[in-house]
């Protein structure tokens, strides 16, 4: 990856920044990377990621229509970055809003349905190219 332009978040330890990929038989590799964007959001990196500015490590949630679409293709499609969660957090259980119960029960239903959650072969986050 050395070799190549990525595209990365601000580090506060210099100008590399460290990716670690989980990988096939549960490999773990760990890469310095660097390049001559960065961005503080996902979706700063996902645009400049179509521009052609490099690759990114990116969420398949935010990436896989790009990546279906072609605009985007996956590098190193063996490796990933771990599964990511999503949480609910509210006060207690006990007396729990109506509301919030069922805006619980949408959201996950919504989540599902997108396949944001279902992310099946790909992995939580894929490297991405132009």
Known sequence: MSAHHCITSPSHGGPRTTWRLGGVDNQAATIEVDGPFQA???SAQLEAALAGLGIALLP???SAAHIDAGRLKEVLPAYTSGAIG???VYHSRRQLPRAVSAFIEFAANTIKELGLMDIGQRGASSMLER
Do not use: D, M, Q, Y
Request: glycine share 0%; net charge neutral.
């Open 60 to 62: 398949v949630a935010l």
């Open 40 to 42: 503080n959001t996902s």
């Open 86 to 88: 999503v949480h609910f």
